[in-house]
């Protein structure tokens, strides 16, 4: 088999793609013949060696998959059965999905919604479950579509892009904070109403409520600024750090206007998974899904990686594992 692998080079890793026997996986209880896997930045990240992210030496990168059961020691799983995998440390602490196979224990395997095929779930990926969390969690926290609207920073990044989608999708008039002077059209098109850039914000403790929650993928000064600006009784979830992992801000925003600031981490339990997934596959499956992302071969794998942190990418980035791909 054929897998996109990371060996130690010196304090971080540095990935390249090597035949290897599927044997050397990491142990589980169902084997998968993966389809697609998406690149996230922390992938290309660990790759690259710009961040030590391998918790083990040497992993297959990859954060995500989405495959077939080859063989299955577990009985919920038969071969054949279309799967997702992300996270519990697939490519960082165990061999990842940027591989033709993947192994790994049954209690990290969620069908495939019957609404979604292979493909779409690999373009939603970690960033659209992610997204999808985070407006899961703002409505439960009762926002809803009102007077003002919604806003989100780092837009125009998997993210970012994918929840102005889903925030649009549920009726919510949605700002998009973006630092890209030339990403208007990109985020109107996935339902922005208006695009303001993070520099033009006042930085003040508290400024005129502009917005009635939201979701900071940027973190750092952006997050301040947006709890400053953010309406009485609003709810903002933070799951970002783009800008920073520093929070700078005062008490003003929680004890005069009784805002929520509430944290995302998309390692969920299986149970939310579950959930978010289902919600992914219905009322948050963002249109046109088949327009973001862009599939390569897992050769191209090493270009993108490098372009990704250039920082000169947009959309999602999927691996087609299919043979003729591979050719
Ligand atoms: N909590 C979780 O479980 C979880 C899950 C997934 C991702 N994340 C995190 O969420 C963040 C976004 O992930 P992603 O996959 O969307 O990343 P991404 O595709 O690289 O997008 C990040 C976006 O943030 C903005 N940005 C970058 N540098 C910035 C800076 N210095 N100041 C302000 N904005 C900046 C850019 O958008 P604009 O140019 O449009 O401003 C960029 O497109 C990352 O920090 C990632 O680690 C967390």
């Given at each position: 088999m054929r897998a996109y692998r990371i060996e130690q080079n010196g304090k971080v890793g540095r990935g390249d793609i090597i035949d290897m026997s599927v044997d050397d996986l990491d142990a589980g209880d169902v084997l998968i013949r993966t389809q697609f896997s998406g690149i996230n930045y922390k992938d290309a990240l660990a790759g690259l060696g710009g961040?030590?992210?391998?918790?083990?030496?040497?992993c297959n990168a990859g954060i995500e998959c989405v495959g077939n059961?080859?063989?299955?020691?577990?009985?919920?799983f038969s071969p054949g059965a279309e799967v997702i995998v992300h996270g519990r440390g697939i490519g960082v602490s165990h061999d990842g999905g940027l591989a033709e196979y993947v192994r790994v224990p049954a209690d990290w395997v969620l069908p495939l919604p019957?609404?979604?095929?292979a493909w779409e779930a690999a373009t939603l990926g970690v960033a659209g479950y992610s997204a999808a969390l985070a407006v899961d969690r703002l409505e439960t926290l009762?926002?809803?579509?009102?007077r003002l609207p919604v806003v989100v920073s780092g837009a125009t990044g998997g993210v970012g892009a994918f929840a102005v989608a889903m925030l649009a999708r549920r009726g919510f008039a949605v700002i998009a904070l973006s630092?890209?002077?030339?990403?208007a059209e990109y985020l109107s098109r996935h339902g922005a109403v208006e695009i303001i850039s993070p520099a033009d914000l006042e930085n003040k403790?508290?400024?005129?409520?502009?917005?009635c929650g939201g979701i900071d993928a940027a973190g750092g000064p952006v997050l301040a600024k947006i709890l400053a600006g953010t309406d009485r009784n609003g709810v903002v979830a933070s799951i970002g750090?783009?800008?920073?992992?520093?929070l700078a801000t005062t008490v003003l925003p929680f004890i005069l206007r009784g805002v929520t600031l509430t944290g995302i981490n998309a390692d969920s339990d299986m149970a939310t998974r579950t959930r978010i997934w289902d919600r992914l596959s219905t009322d948050l499956k963002p249109e046109g899904?088949?327009?973001?992302a862009s599939t390569i071969g897992l050769g191209e794998v090493p270009a993108v990686m490098r372009r990704m942190l250039a920082g000169e990418t947009t959309g999602r980035t999927i691996v087609d594992f299919s043979e003729a791909a591979s050719k």
């Open positions: 961040a030590s992210i391998i918790r083990r030496y040497p059961i080859e063989a299955s020691n577990d009985n919920r019957e609404q979604l095929s009762g926002l809803a579509p009102g630092s890209k002077p030339d990403a403790p508290l400024s005129k409520a502009r917005w750090n783009a800008a920073g992992v520093e899904l088949a327009e973001w």
